[in-house]
């Protein structure tokens, strides 16, 4: 057996196998779906390696199979766990949309405009508060509460859009403010027919 080069290759499933994990199964950010691709090719090398290593020079020892099972319940469990609760990451981000919303007494941008947003695209909001009074924004059904945004604090939220398309409603949750007007229309569209996985 060639320990260095065993060595290596548990080494080299152990990254992969992370790395594949993080990106397939557990991730919802785009770099970690990038990274699927090279995980899997290190993780596939290091299975290329593992029996050269083990068979050089004569039959392996029985302890060099101990990593190598351990390999496969992580492996297991790691993938396990994804399927589980990785639901979100079977969300594929096609891209991102930022946008800029001024909170005010009693509106966002002024107006309360309607906001179109696109399906399996990352979100990301920056709140300023430019009022006098604290506010904050959710997108019903859609986004989880801001919290509470002090008056010339800015605040940033970021979500996926894994709904279907459709007509939502996004408001301040402050007791009041939906009343006295603050909330608007949010819309998710199709994603456009070009977009791709790999973002914008
Ligand atoms: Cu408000």
């Given at each position: 057996?060639?320990?260095?080069?065993?060595?290596?290759?548990?080494?080299?499933?152990?990254?992969?196998?992370?790395?594949?994990?993080?990106?397939?199964?557990?991730?919802?950010?785009?770099?970690?779906?990038?990274?699927?691709?090279?995980?899997?090719?290190?993780?596939?090398?290091?299975?290329?390696?593992?029996?050269?290593?083990?068979?050089?020079?004569?039959?392996?020892?029985?302890?060099?199979?101990?990593?190598?099972?351990?390999?496969?319940?992580?492996?297991?469990?790691?993938?396990?766990?994804?399927?589980?609760?990785?639901?979100?990451?079977?969300?594929?981000?096609?891209?991102?949309?930022?946008?800029?919303?001024?909170?005010?007494?009693?509106?966002?941008?002024?107006?309360?405009?309607?906001?179109?947003?696109?399906?399996?695209?990352?979100?990301?909001?920056?709140?300023?508060?430019?009022?006098?009074?604290?506010?904050?924004?959710?997108?019903?059904?859609?986004?989880?509460?801001?919290?509470?945004?002090?008056?010339?604090?800015?605040?940033?939220?970021?979500?996926?859009?894994?709904?279907?398309?459709?007509?939502y409603e996004y408001l301040c949750t402050v007791p009041g403010h939906r009343e006295a007007g603050m909330y608007g229309t949010w819309i998710i569209?199709?994603p456009p027919e070009n977009a791709t996985a790999t973002g914008e």
């Amino acid at each position: 057996m060639d320990r260095g080069l065993y060595l290596a290759s548990v080494f080299l499933i152990t990254i992969g196998l992370l790395g594949v994990w993080l990106g397939a199964f557990a991730g919802v950010s785009e770099s970690f779906i990038e990274m699927t691709p090279p995980s899997l090719a290190v993780f596939l090398l290091g299975l290329f390696l593992l029996p050269i290593a083990l068979f050089k020079g004569g039959p392996p020892t029985a302890d060099a199979y101990v990593p190598i099972a351990f390999l496969f319940v992580l492996g297991f469990l790691l993938i396990g766990w994804g399927f589980m609760f990785g639901g979100e990451g079977e969300t594929v981000i096609l891209g991102t949309q930022e946008m800029y919303l001024v909170m005010t007494e009693y509106a966002f941008n002024y107006t309360n405009p309607d906001i179109a947003v696109y399906q399996n695209y990352l979100i990301r909001v920056t709140l300023d508060n430019k009022g006098e009074v604290q506010h904050s924004f959710m997108v019903l059904g859609v986004s989880e509460d801001s919290g509470y945004i002090d008056p010339d604090q800015v605040y940033t939220v970021e979500f996926v859009i894994n709904q279907d398309p459709g007509v939502y409603e996004y408001l301040c949750t402050v007791p009041g403010h939906r009343e006295a007007g603050m909330y608007g229309t949010w819309i998710i569209q199709e994603p456009p027919e070009n977009a791709t996985a790999t973002g914008e």
